[in-house]
């Protein structure tokens, strides 16, 4: 039925989305992906090669992987096939690649499309293999997560992964010049009105046409503000996976930004994960292993607060336990850093499994028995609160076993104290 509409020239009658009448025609006119298809760009340069490779497109929803994809088609005068991951099954699989080998023997090129690839199984992704090999066809996948996890090592080898941004600001003030075009007015915002009406896209270019079409086909009388924006449209829920990418990235940024002594950064970032759903708890943890792994010795009490920051949550739950959290995120963040005893420690780990079985030495032995004594445990051991300084000096590694340095502290914070301390010991113990 739709190709009698098509070919009685009833389809551009019908009515179509803002976000489908303003899909690029040229590659040109992509917004915000320079980087790839400009002629600079891997894509570009591959396009004006006329060698087209299989590819993986990763980016955010609404950046333009179909777009693209369908325009490498049109540009390589390919055969354009699209096929979805969520609801195309091994029965169309078959039939894409049966359709594409008919195709070749005449001498007509397939570029197939597969959205949401990662969504296939092992399995099915195992079956591109031979075709891909072949040049059956050209495969295009495009996927929001990160395609190291989700997809085939095999299937990686023979793509190139291209990694597509998040639409900014400056693309996204292009896509609304050009709406306003295409309906013949101005979008009825102000400049504050246009601005949120950008941060509520989050970066998806799709999702901002259809907002602002709503805004159009609301007709105002007025210029709506950036209040009256928030009013009318629903603000849509961040772009975060707990389970996937975006999960481990804003975690690592929440670290490493308190790693880098940075709490106003620190804070964001907290705020990002728990706007996005993460489990408060997860990020207590992750604060805990902070205060070990980056602050340790530098500040003792920062573990106290990491830990008083989980036990305060458990007790006082959402929203309120989630202040004791960014308590302890400002104080991981600002207190002084020492990985110290952290490497002194994986350090420490490695001579144990090189050094085996090495026995203490005989004089730190206890001798609850006489045969222990005659054996000459315990012989010779000094008690090191009875000596001048309350160190005796004496060697506690094996006898077989160099002495070895594990902890250097840092000398930051209340290191800098344990570092003098060790420094005189260590004199102390060469005389």
Do not use: C
């Not at 690649?97 to 023997?105: M, Q």
């Not at 709506?224 to 481990?248: E, F, T």
């Not at 002194?344 to 090189?354: G, H, I, Q, Y």
């Not at 004594?373 to 076993?401: I, R, V, W």
């Amino acid at each position: 039925m739709s190709d009698l509409f098509q070919n009685a020239g009833l389809e551009n009658d019908a009515p179509r989305p803002l976000a489908d009448r303003l899909r690029p025609q040229t590659l040109e006119d992509v917004a915000g992906q320079n980087h790839l298809i400009g002629a600079d760009g891997p894509i570009g340069r591959m396009l004006a090669s006329g060698r087209i490779a299989s590819m993986i497109l990763w980016g955010p929803p609404g950046v333009g992987k179909t777009t693209i994809a369908r325009l490498i088609a049109a540009h390589a005068d390919m055969e354009f096939v699209q096929l979805s991951a969520v609801f195309s099954g091994v029965k169309d699989l078959r039939e894409a690649f049966a359709a594409a080998k008919a195709r070749r023997a005449t001498g007509q090129g397939t570029l197939l499309f597969v959205d949401e690839i990662h969504r296939f199984n092992r399995a099915q992704q195992d079956g591109f293999l031979p075709y891909v090999e072949e040049g059956i066809v050209t495969l295009i996948g495009a996927t929001t997560e990160n395609p190291s996890f989700e997809l085939n090592s095999a299937l990686l080898s023979r793509s190139q992964v291209f990694v597509l941004k998040r639409l900014d600001e400056t693309a996204m003030t292009q896509m609304l010049d050009k709406a306003s075009e295409e309906m013949g007015s101005p979008l009825p915002v102000t400049k504050d009105g246009r601005a949120a009406l950008i941060g509520f896209a989050d970066g998806d270019g799709r999702y901002l046409l259809n907002l602002a079409e709503e805004i159009f086909a609301l007709a105002p009388k007025e210029l709506l503000s950036a209040k009256d924006v928030a009013s009318v449209l629903q603000k849509r829920a961040p772009a975060y996976d707990k389970g996937q990418d975006a999960h481990y990235n804003l975690i690592s940024a929440l670290h490493k930004s308190v790693r880098g002594s940075d709490p106003d950064a620190a804070l964001y970032w907290l705020a990002r994960m728990l706007d996005g759903g993460e489990d408060p708890l997860y990020i207590a943890r992750r604060v805990v292993r902070m205060a070990s792994e980056d602050i340790g010795l530098a500040d003792p009490t920062a573990l106290m607060i990491a830990n008083e920051a989980v036990q305060t949550y458990r007790l006082l739950g959402s929203p309120e336990g989630e202040l004791a959290i960014a308590h302890a995120v400002v104080h991981m963040a600002t207190a002084p850093k020492s990985n110290a005893v952290y490497m002194a420690f994986k350090s420490a780990m490695r001579a144990a499994k090189e050094t085996g079985s090495l026995t203490p030495p005989a004089h730190i032995l206890n001798a609850p028995t006489s045969l222990m004594k005659d054996l000459g445990y315990g012989a010779g051991y000094a008690y090191d609160h009875d000596t001048e300084d309350g160190f005796s000096g004496q060697n506690y590694f094996p006898d077989d076993m160099e002495r070895i340095q594990f902890y250097a502290p840092k000398g930051q914070g209340r290191e800098k104290a344990i570092k003098e301390r060790l420094e005189r010991w260590s004199d102390l113990r060469q005389k």
